[in-house]
């Protein structure tokens, strides 16, 4: 055995890979292939499942009812990604122009909101929005500049705007990377090609950073489609996504199969995000 | 004295993938022997010297070392150490720690190793650095502790990776002759892998040139200078005039003609060579004199005489190179001494004769 | 090129120096919104987490209540220790399974690497309700359900669902593995190599020279594991069964029942450790003496 190690590299690899691999395979890999039996499986009289084959799940999942909560799941995802790059290159791009030290302390700054809890951040953004009690409308209406609450709660407008505060910051890491790597002799080379700042923007900066914002674009709008406390809390039970429905056939209504349906078509579209991403990657020629 | 070679590869190839990095090289380098492999980037230099040092495996081949064969022994079984490019110092150790780390992995007491960690450090003049970080040393300084690191271990064999690339020009030389007279001091052999010819030239017994994974040819710097075996060699090392000759006798003597048939003797030809083949002459710029038509001797079969125009002067201090056209459209190049300043130079246009011995002229093969 | 043309290439290039500026003092003030925007939503919090009231919108006083009534809550206090004990416990085993995998994946080079590479990503990418939802189903069908660890964890006595700290395991690992393999490709092999050629064995090699230098990032990789783990609300929700609470599922809990200026309490609590694990991983950093200009955030 030792000596098997000693002669053999790619022995030694898998004796070193074998703890997390065998742990994956069993708690990650075997759990995804459950899911997708699952997915076309009858549901049980009280939960569970029943051994049989149906594909009725997925007809049921393109029923309007589920299916509009799906598309709105995906706008919601695709603006909020939206929001996050018109908002965050700027911010990225500020972050650039200022000297390396407060750079680097920019960056750090950027980087704590993000890294206090998820639940926290949607909860603050809970007490600001609340139609009559949320600080926002209370102060509105205690100013008089108001006279009636604004909506500002429980609807897609509330959920985007968690969403955005969530995933702002890694929109802004990567294309802040990107945007620092660039070589500054590139834009005085274009400048002094008789580039105006505009065109040196157009032609020069946005296609080199288009890596990062690429990176940016998916690091939210994964997360974003996949979204379960931001509509749970800032949803007020009425704007739902797919992932409460999804989390309502098992906490619920015990419908696992078609629970396991939605969660399938939902990582099918994750995975379709993601495919995209890495050809526009492939296409800019850019290693992300 | 003992007539084991210190390290001897014996027909060692190393293949990785489709490249073949070294190819069927065979090398003796005896005990106490000041040994560089020299060659341009990526000629299997490097990996040469990892093959003996254990970091690489021969895909063929045998490696042997104080007579004893080495197989797949790993690195840390074999009686050589190494001096890395970067030097590879352990950031995370003191200069102490690094130079001692090799004797605690040996179990050495600690005693020993305390009294030989200074000895090492002294001879390479770090007294009082015990304490720092390779981080805190100067370039020249961590070179100096990756020598001590290696040489406290009393290897039978050091090797040494372009240890001078990093360091300024400079200093450099000046490690060079460090280097050279430590060597002679310590009477451990060397390999030195280098690119640069006249590094190799200056501190080597011996050098083998190679190219392309190949060993072109292992001789004395002078003897590698003088009378290279091949046309790689004879370009690597120093400068040289090519032109492109016919063979038309081999012998008693070599003669050679110029594409306008002008017959030229010669001192060498490559062996496989044969009459009548296309080959190459090469002659040293500064074996070659430049003469007026009223200064000529009768001619005679050792000399080489060829005419031309003088088209170029260029003045380098120490010499001023001029380059001649010859009447065929071939150049050369005469590298003339500054003897005397007020000597009337030659002028661009003048007729001129260039002469040269013909023991310096070498028929080389083409490729 | 002439005089003339020079000139005219220096206008053109340099824009107005006034729209220079203006546009400058635009860019640096739509930065210093960006940052408020960032930070007020949780000032906002920590200051009504003071407020002598009920409400969370109209300041009525100072008060530290909030927190006494926070710490007289058995069931926070508990939930607090749960959050602990899986944090300590799966950031332990992914760290040694993570960096082991790291070494593997980033030092050889073997068929079937691209497959074992993508199984350990794909816990990243993935969203963390789908892999909950995988892991709900998988503990449900297998068999091995939500049966407690009965543990006695710092005086308290805690019931810990194994399937807790596999699901948190299950996704840290990767998160190591990643950090982890990051610093390992940064290093130097042939330092490696130059212990190998100073008679050091593959194990004194590992221990004397890779190890201490992959600390920084096995240290790193544990730091975030750690912080994932105390963080993890989803798949802490659909992977402990009925009655376990780590301090996040119990604040959504409370957050459903009603807002109330306990939870600001809570959060502040909670924003605290999160400093103070930032502050430890910049300490971790500069003294690993690391230039690296990005933060690094695990992905």
């Not at chain 2, 063929?60 to 070392?65: H, M, P, T, V, Y």
């Not at chain 2, 030989?116 to 001879?123: D, K, N, T």
């Not at chain 3, 003339?4 to 107005?16: I, Y």
């Not at chain 3, 210093?32 to 949780?42: D, K, N, S």
């Given at each position: 055995?030792?000596?098997?190690l000693?002669?053999?590299?790619?022995?030694?690899a898998w004796?070193?890979?074998?703890p997390?691999?065998?742990?994956?395979l069993?708690?990650?890999?075997?759990?995804?292939?459950?899911?997708?039996?699952y997915?076309?499986?009858t549901?049980?009289?009280y939960g569970?499942?029943?051994?049989?084959f149906?594909?009725?799940?997925f007809?049921?999942?393109?029923?309007?009812?589920?299916?509009s909560?799906?598309?709105?799941?995906?706008?919601?995802?695709?603006?909020?990604?939206?929001?996050?790059?018109?908002?965050?290159?700027p911010?990225?791009?500020?972050?650039?122009t200022?000297?390396?030290?407060?750079?680097?302390l920019?960056?750090?700054?950027?980087?704590i909101p993000f890294?206090t809890?998820?639940?926290?951040?949607?909860?603050?953004?809970l007490?600001?929005l609340?139609?009559?009690?949320g600080l926002?409308?209370?102060?509105l209406?205690?100013?008089g500049?108001?006279?009636?609450?604004?909506?500002?709660?429980a609807?897609?407008?509330?959920?985007i705007l968690?969403?955005?505060?969530?995933?702002l910051p890694?929109?802004?890491?990567?294309?802040?990377?990107?945007?620092e790597r660039?070589?500054?002799s590139?834009?005085?080379?274009?400048?002094?090609?008789?580039?105006t700042?505009?065109?040196?923007?157009?032609?020069?900066?946005?296609p080199?950073s288009l890596p990062g914002?690429?990176a940016g674009?998916?690091?939210?709008?994964?997360?974003?489609?996949g979204?379960?406390?931001?509509?749970?809390?800032l949803?007020g039970?009425?704007?739902?996504?797919?992932?409460?429905?999804?989390?309502?056939?098992?906490?619920?209504?015990?419908?696992?199969p078609?629970?396991?349906?939605?969660?399938?078509?939902?990582?099918?579209v994750?995975l379709?995000?993601?495919?995209?991403y890495?050809?526009?990657a492939?296409?800019e020629?850019?290693?992300v | 004295?003992?007539?084991?070679?210190?390290v001897?590869?014996?027909?060692?190839?190393?293949?990785?993938?489709e490249?073949?990095?070294v190819?069927h090289?065979?090398?003796?380098?005896?005990?106490?022997e000041?040994?560089?492999?020299?060659?341009?980037?990526?000629?299997g230099?490097?990996?040469?010297l990892?093959?003996?040092?254990?970091f690489?495996?021969p895909?063929?081949g045998?490696?042997?070392?104080?007579?004893?064969?080495?197989g797949?022994?790993?690195?840390?079984?074999?009686?050589?150490?190494?001096?890395?490019?970067?030097?590879?110092?352990?950031p995370?150790m003191?200069?102490?720690?690094?130079?001692a780390?090799?004797?605690?992995?040996?179990k050495?007491?600690r005693?020993?190793i305390?009294?030989?960690?200074?000895e090492a450090?002294?001879m390479?003049?770090?007294?009082?650095?015990e304490k720092?970080?390779?981080?805190?040393?100067?370039?020249?300084?961590?070179?100096?502790?990756?020598?001590?690191?290696?040489?406290?271990?009393?290897?039978?064999v050091?090797l040494?990776?372009e240890?001078?690339?990093a360091?300024?020009?400079?200093?450099?030389?000046a490690m060079?002759?460090e280097?050279k007279s430590?060597q002679?001091?310590?009477?451990?052999?060397?390999?030195?892998v280098t690119?640069?010819?006249e590094?190799?030239?200056?501190m080597?017994?011996?050098?083998?040139?190679m190219?392309?994974g190949?060993?072109?040819?292992?001789?004395a710097p002078?003897?590698l200078?003088?009378?290279?075996?091949?046309?790689?060699?004879?370009?690597?090392?120093?400068?040289?005039?090519?032109?492109?000759?016919?063979?038309v006798?081999?012998h008693?003597d070599?003669v050679?003609e110029?594409?306008?048939?002008?017959?030229?003797?010669?001192?060498?030809?490559?062996?496989?060579l044969?009459?009548?083949?296309?080959?190459?002459?090469?002659?040293?710029?500064?074996?070659?004199?430049?003469?007026?038509?009223?200064?000529?001797?009768?001619?005679?079969?050792?000399?080489a005489?060829?005419?031309?125009?003088?088209?170029?002067?260029?003045?380098v201090?120490?010499d001023?190179?001029?380059?001649?056209?010859?009447r065929?459209?071939?150049?050369?190049?005469?590298?003339?001494?500054?003897?005397?300043?007020?000597?009337e130079?030659?002028?661009v246009?003048?007729?001129?004769?260039?002469?040269?011995?013909?023991?310096h002229?070498?028929?080389?093969?083409?490729? | 090129?002439?005089?003339?043309?020079?000139?005219?290439t220096?206008?053109?290039?340099?824009p107005?120096?006034?729209?220079?500026?203006?546009?400058?003092?635009?860019?640096?003030?739509?930065?210093?919104?960006?940052?408020?925007?960032?930070?007020?939503p949780?000032?906002?919090?920590v200051?009504?987490?003071f407020?002598?009231?009920?409400?969370?919108?109209k300041w009525?006083?100072?008060?530290i209540?909030w927190?006494r009534?926070?710490?007289?809550?058995?069931?926070?206090?508990?939930?607090?220790?749960?959050?602990?004990?899986?944090?300590?416990v799966?950031?332990?085993?992914?760290?040694?399974m993570?960096?082991?995998?790291?070494?593997?994946?980033?030092?050889?080079?073997?068929?079937?690497?691209?497959?074992?590479?993508?199984?350990?990503?794909?816990?990243?990418i993935?969203?963390?309700?789908?892999?909950?939802?995988?892991?709900?189903?998988f503990?449900n069908?297998?068999?091995?359900?939500?049966?407690?660890?009965r543990?006695?964890?710092?005086?308290?006595?805690?019931?810990?669902?194994?399937?807790?700290?596999?699901?948190h395991?299950?996704?840290?690992?990767?998160?190591?593995?990643?950090?982890?393999r990051a610093?390992?490709?940064?290093?130097d092999?042939?330092?490696?190599?130059?212990?190998?050629?100073?008679y050091?064995?593959?194990?004194?090699?590992?221990?004397?020279?890779?190890?201490?230098?992959?600390?920084?990032?096995?240290?790193?990789?544990a730091?975030?594991?750690?912080?994932?783990?105390l963080?993890d609300?989803?798949?802490?929700?659909?992977?402990?069964?009925?009655?376990?609470?780590?301090?996040?599922?119990?604040?959504?809990?409370?957050?459903?029942?009603?807002?109330?200026?306990?939870?600001?309490a809570?959060?502040t609590?909670?924003?605290?450790?999160?400093l103070?694990l930032i502050?430890?991983?910049?300490?971790?950093?500069t003294?690993a003496?690391d230039e690296?200009?990005?933060?690094?955030?695990?992905?």
């Amino acid at each position: 055995m030792q000596e098997l190690l000693r002669r053999n590299p790619a022995a030694r690899a898998w004796a070193l890979i074998m703890p997390s691999l065998v742990f994956l395979l069993v708690f990650f890999v075997a759990p995804l292939f459950i899911v997708l039996i699952y997915s076309f499986l009858t549901r049980g009289k009280y939960g569970g499942v029943v051994w049989q084959f149906n594909p009725e799940n997925f007809q049921r999942a393109l029923d309007p009812l589920y299916f509009s909560t799906f598309l709105r799941s995906i706008y919601i995802a695709v603006v909020t990604t939206l929001i996050c790059l018109v908002l965050g290159y700027p911010l990225a791009y500020w972050i650039t122009t200022r000297p390396p030290g407060q750079r680097n302390l920019l960056m750090l700054a950027l980087m704590i909101p993000f890294w206090t809890n998820f639940l926290i951040r949607t909860y603050a953004w809970l007490t600001l929005l609340r139609t009559n009690t949320g600080l926002i409308n209370v102060s509105l209406m205690s100013l008089g500049v108001i006279k009636k609450p604004l909506p500002l709660f429980a609807n897609d407008f509330a959920i985007i705007l968690g969403l955005v505060y969530g995933w702002l910051p890694v929109m802004v890491l990567p294309i802040y990377a990107a945007l620092e790597r660039l070589d500054k002799s590139l834009i005085e080379a274009a400048q002094d090609l008789y580039a105006t700042n505009r065109h040196v923007f157009l032609r020069v900066i946005w296609p080199l950073s288009l890596p990062g914002v690429v990176a940016g674009s998916m690091l939210v709008f994964i997360p974003a489609i996949g979204s379960f406390v931001t509509p749970a809390i800032l949803g007020g039970g009425k704007s739902l996504m797919i992932g409460n429905i999804i989390s309502n056939q098992f906490l619920a209504a015990h419908d696992w199969p078609f629970g396991s349906a939605l969660s399938t078509l939902m990582m099918l579209v994750m995975l379709l995000g993601t495919l995209i991403y890495f050809r526009s990657a492939l296409r800019e020629g850019g290693g992300v | 004295m003992d007539s084991t070679p210190a390290v001897e590869l014996c027909d060692v190839v190393k293949t990785f993938g489709e490249v073949t990095a070294v190819d069927h090289v065979s090398i003796q380098i005896q005990d106490g022997e000041f040994f560089s492999l020299l060659g341009p980037s990526g000629c299997g230099k490097t990996t040469t010297l990892r093959l003996i040092a254990g970091f690489e495996m021969p895909t063929s081949g045998e490696i042997r070392i104080g007579g004893e064969t080495q197989g797949f022994r790993p690195p840390f079984r074999r009686p050589v150490n190494t001096v890395f490019q970067q030097y590879a110092l352990f950031p995370h150790m003191t200069v102490y720690e690094n130079v001692a780390f090799g004797l605690q992995m040996q179990k050495i007491d600690r005693a020993e190793i305390r009294r030989r960690v200074g000895e090492a450090l002294e001879m390479v003049h770090l007294q009082g650095m015990e304490k720092r970080r390779p981080k805190q040393l100067s370039g020249g300084q961590q070179q100096r502790v990756a020598l001590a690191r290696a040489l406290v271990n009393r290897p039978k064999v050091l090797l040494l990776d372009e240890p001078l690339g990093a360091l300024d020009l400079k200093l450099r030389k000046a490690m060079q002759l460090e280097l050279k007279s430590l060597q002679e001091h310590v009477g451990i052999t060397f390999i030195y892998v280098t690119h640069d010819q006249e590094e190799a030239l200056t501190m080597s017994d011996r050098i083998a040139v190679m190219n392309e994974g190949k060993v072109l040819q292992i001789d004395a710097p002078a003897e590698l200078y003088e009378n290279p075996k091949h046309r790689f060699v004879a370009d690597f090392i120093g400068e040289t005039n090519f032109l492109p000759v016919k063979i038309v006798q081999l012998h008693p003597d070599i003669v050679v003609e110029l594409g306008d048939g002008t017959r030229l003797p010669a001192g060498w030809a490559e062996e496989h060579l044969r009459v009548g083949q296309e080959a190459m002459l090469s002659i040293r710029p500064e074996k070659i004199n430049l003469y007026e038509e009223r200064e000529l001797s009768p001619p005679n079969a050792t000399t080489a005489r060829v005419q031309g125009t003088v088209e170029r002067l260029v003045y380098v201090g120490t010499d001023t190179h001029h380059t001649v056209r010859l009447r065929n459209g071939d150049t050369i190049v005469a590298r003339l001494q500054n003897f005397y300043v007020e000597e009337e130079p030659w002028e661009v246009g003048e007729t001129t004769y260039a002469q040269w011995d013909a023991a310096h002229a070498r028929v080389l093969s083409k490729e | 090129m002439t005089t003339e043309t020079l000139t005219a290439t220096q206008e053109r290039a340099r824009p107005q120096p006034r729209r220079l500026a203006l546009g400058s003092w635009l860019l640096s003030g739509y930065g210093i919104v960006g940052y408020l925007f960032l930070y007020l939503p949780i000032i906002i919090v920590v200051i009504f987490s003071f407020n002598d009231s009920r409400s969370t919108a109209k300041w009525a006083g100072f008060t530290i209540d909030w927190y006494r009534e926070m710490l007289a809550d058995r069931q926070i206090i508990l939930s607090l220790w749960n959050s602990l004990f899986v944090a300590i416990v799966s950031t332990a085993i992914s760290t040694v399974m993570g960096t082991l995998a790291a070494m593997g994946l980033e030092r050889y080079s073997f068929r079937g690497k691209l497959a074992v590479d993508s199984i350990l990503y794909l816990p990243i990418i993935i969203p963390d309700i789908a892999m909950a939802i995988m892991l709900l189903i998988f503990f449900n069908v297998s068999g091995i359900g939500f049966e407690p660890w009965r543990v006695q964890f710092l005086g308290n006595r805690l019931a810990v669902p194994y399937s807790v700290i596999i699901g948190h395991v299950a996704f840290n690992i990767s998160f190591v593995a990643v950090v982890v393999r990051a610093r390992l490709a940064n290093m130097d092999r042939t330092l490696e190599e130059a212990a190998q050629d100073l008679y050091a064995n593959t194990w004194q090699t590992f221990r004397r020279v890779t190890l201490p230098m992959l600390m920084p990032g096995i240290l790193g990789g544990a730091l975030l594991a750690f912080t994932l783990s105390l963080d993890d609300f989803v798949i802490t929700f659909f992977t402990s069964g009925a009655g376990f609470n780590t301090l996040p599922v119990r604040v959504f809990g409370m957050i459903k029942k009603g807002v109330t200026p306990k939870i600001n309490a809570v959060s502040t609590l909670m924003l605290l450790f999160s400093l103070a694990l930032i502050f430890i991983s910049i300490l971790l950093r500069t003294r690993a003496g690391d230039e690296e200009e990005t933060i690094q955030f695990g992905m």
